[in-house]
């Protein structure tokens, strides 16, 4: 009797929600892939991978991306249509094949053809249209080609606590140097082994016995730190993360003031566009994004304001937990989202990307 009342208590405040239910952002990470890079010592660095190829979407990742899809539809299905409409739903990905398949995999779960969208009865399926930038001039999803991100990254490394931190694990460093073949020297180092380690473990590939001793909780912590190091100033989150944070709250304001009949934005990315965000959003866990991992940020119509609510589905497998901004409470008011994270928001990329030095050269490309 008890367990009836408390799954129609439960059936009401989801209707409640849907109700007031103005806008949904997404922004997740690709599904699970072959590796993207390798090591010296890799006893797999001449595979090819087949059927995939590298840096490609797995059967897995496929799976898991789709069924995304249909939790998405169990959850926002009253709200978006059975019907997929362009002039509601916008899908985005950066130029990279597995985010790119990503998308698409995950509206094949979403917005399978219904009615007239049925264009072949033996084959429920219908491509998106698909917006993307270039790598080079990318300025939303990873923000590529800013020689101001560079610049500023290297003038917060000279930070001695930052510093400390990056030596404490240089036994760390020292033992992937001997049984990796390459130099260790950094986190971005570890994590690009680490990356690899993670794709060959998840297509059941034996991995090397030296890696039981750092892999996969070692590495894993290391690895988590550099993506904060990635954004570790308020300008370099401002870089990285500012630009989709204000693509969010403007497209939010736009649609309060009646400027667009939008329901979702969906941005498929990398762990980096997902750890950016939360990090310039404040609301970072300190933990390596994994795949198919997705914020979401929903716009709420509440009568008397509308605010914004935030919610992290760390995997396929679990349910999504609310993330509070700090300073503001839930659903966050957009106007007070606006003064918390105005810091973060840059009016001019292409200005801001300028650096002070102008004949300051890189020492090697921005981290994604």
Not at 208 to 218: A, F, I, L
Not at 266 to 274: E, Q
Not at 333 to 340: C, F, I, R, S, V
Request: charged share 25%; hydrophobic share 35%.
């Amino acid at each position: 009797m008890f367990q009836a009342f408390l799954l129609a208590v439960l059936a009401n405040l989801t209707m409640a929600h849907q109700d007031s239910l103005s806008l949904i952002h997404l922004v997740f990470r690709h599904g699970e892939r072959t590796p993207a890079s390798t090591y010296p010592n890799d006893p797999y660095i001449n595979d090819t991978f087949s059927p995939y190829g590298w840096g490609q979407l797995t059967n897995e990742g496929k799976m898991h991306q789709y069924k995304l899809g249909q939790w998405l539809r169990k959850r926002y299905g009253h709200f978006l249509g059975d019907q997929f409409n362009s002039d509601q739903v916008f899908a985005m990905s950066t130029d990279v094949d597995r985010t790119k398949a990503s998308c698409q995999y995950m509206f094949a779960g979403l917005f399978p053809p219904k009615g007239p969208q049925i264009w072949n009865k033996n084959l429920l399926w219908q491509a998106v249209p698909l917006n993307y930038q270039h790598l080079k001039q990318d300025r939303l999803l990873l923000v590529r080609g800013c020689p101001k991100y560079s610049e500023s990254l290297e003038e917060a490394l000279k930070n001695k606590t930052i510093q400390d931190k990056i030596k404490s694990y240089e036994q760390l460093y020292t033992y992937l140097t001997n049984h990796t073949g390459v130099t260790v020297k950094t986190p971005w180092d570890v994590e690009d082994i680490y990356s690899t380690l993670k794709a060959e473990e998840g297509l059941n590939y034996k991995l090397p016995e030296w890696t039981k001793s750092v892999y996969p909780d070692k590495m894993k912590e290391v690895t988590a730190y550099s993506f904060e190091l990635n954004v570790c100033s308020k300008e370099l989150k401002k870089i990285k993360g500012g630009p989709l944070l204000k693509k969010i709250l403007d497209d939010s304001k736009a649609k309060v003031e009646g400027k667009t009949k939008m329901k979702m934005y969906n941005y498929a990315g990398h762990d980096s566009t997902v750890a950016n965000l939360m990090q310039a959003m404040n609301v970072w866990n300190g933990e390596v994004p994994g795949f198919n991992c997705l914020i979401m940020i929903e716009l709420h119509d509440l009568k008397t304001y509308h605010g914004l609510k935030v919610f992290l589905k760390k995997s396929i497998n679990e349910e999504p937990r609310e993330l509070v901004i700090p300073g503001c409470e839930s659903p966050c008011p957009l106007d007070k989202a606006y003064q918390t994270f105005a810091p973060m928001l840059p009016n001019n990329l292409d200005t801001l990307c300028k650096p002070k030095n102008q004949k300051f050269v890189p020492t090697k490309d921005a981290q994604p």
